[in-house]
């Protein structure tokens, strides 16, 4: 079945400089990838997504990019902040089911 | 504010017992979506409901059953508890629509002793 591979599961960058989280997905035929941004004690919330006929997508200091020749897709935060300090997940669906398949979480420290 | 608004926030009960956690989604979405995240692990999708009918399964337990009620408020039965248990339970809602976002609620923090 599809699956989402995420890496690195931890990131520790300093504040200012930049993350960067990547994703690989198997199924060929998935063309929605969504980022959520899960802070402490808190439910993940969507932060950016990108669908397949797009190959990037920007909003303030974050950014998608998607290969779908390679099938990976991959997160950008520049500038980095305290707030941006948390765990962000990505994922991927089709139109067959609209299911969407979590990668495992990256856990993001911002360090001062 | 995400809309969603889970009870209890938090519950401890030992094993072998029975509980029943709630969802209330956001206003005007019509599927709710079960998820269970324990200790550092990641999103595990349970089961999900669109106007009162299941949609999608995932991996829940036989011990685990949900509903959604004629007035979209969605609630998750987990049975004979084990330790395992002990997790994470978070609800989420969206319109049911093609790849339209999740909004998650805070989730309810189950203990198992």
């Known amino acids: 079945g599809e699956n989402v591979e995420q890496h690195p599961s931890t990131l520790s960058v300093q504040e200012g400089d930049s993350a960067v989280i990547k994703c690989t997905y198997s199924?060929?035929?998935?063309?929605?990838f969504p980022w959520y941004k899960q802070e402490l004690g808190k439910g993940p919330q969507l932060i950016i997504d990108?669908?397949?006929n797009v190959g990037e997508k920007k909003d303030q200091r974050i950014a998608v990019t998607l290969n779908k020749t390679a099938k990976h897709f991959s997160l950008h935060i520049t500038e980095t902040q305290p707030e941006d300090s948390a765990v962000y997940f990505c994922a991927a669906s089709k139109n067959s089911n609209y299911q969407l398949i979590w990668g495992a979480g990256t856990k993001l420290i911002i360090k001062p | 504010d995400s809309g969603v608004t889970q009870t209890p926030k938090h519950l401890i009960t030992a094993t072998g017992q029975r509980v029943t956690l709630r969802c209330s989604p956001r206003?005007?979405?019509?599927?709710v979506y079960w998820y269970q995240q324990s200790l550092d692990q990641g999103l595990q999708f349970l089961i999900q409901y669109y106007n009162g009918e299941e949609r999608a399964k995932g991996n829940i337990l036989e011990r685990f059953s949900a509903q959604q009620f004629p007035d979209l408020h969605s609630e998750l039965n987990l049975s004979s508890l084990e330790l395992g248990d002990s997790a994470l339970y978070f609800c989420?809602?969206?319109?049911?629509?093609?790849?339209?976002?999740?909004?998650f609620g805070n989730g309810t923090r189950l203990t198992v002793t």
């Open positions: 206003s005007g979405d019509l599927s």
């Open positions: 990108i669908r397949s």
């Open positions: 989420a809602s969206s319109t049911g629509q093609a790849h339209s976002p999740l909004h």
């Open positions: 199924d060929s035929a998935s063309n929605y």
